[in-house]
């Protein structure tokens, strides 16, 4: 399983339980991408309201695609059903920001 590095910035809203949070990261380009959905898609500690923002977050992603002579990887993360505020589910990235567990 591969995950992304990813971090949590902001409490969203309470509902639908159990709480929404705000999600972002850089691809490898540095284009940033948001994310808002349930806070145990992204796995890491328990978030809450009160949460000392922004959190380390991981999100599960597929990898699509491997190229060894810039060290990106596209990747989805369409696993969780999850796309971006923008509509996107597939992202190029740095192998450096996935972590694998």
Request: overall charge negative; charged content about 25%; aromatic content about 10%.
């Amino acid at each position: 399983m591969a995950f992304l590095r990813c971090e949590a910035v902001r409490w969203v809203d309470d509902e639908p339980q159990p709480g929404l949070v705000e999600v972002r990261f850089a691809d490898a380009h540095q284009q940033q991408w948001a994310f808002v959905d349930k806070w145990p898609i992204f796995t890491g500690d328990d978030l809450t309201p009160d949460s000392d923002y922004p959190v380390e977050v991981r999100l599960l992603c597929d990898i699509l695609t491997a190229d060894t002579t810039t060290d990106r990887l596209t990747i989805s993360v369409a696993p969780w059903g999850l796309e971006s505020l923008d509509g996107r589910v597939e992202f190029e990235v740095g192998v450096d920001q996935l972590t694998m567990g």
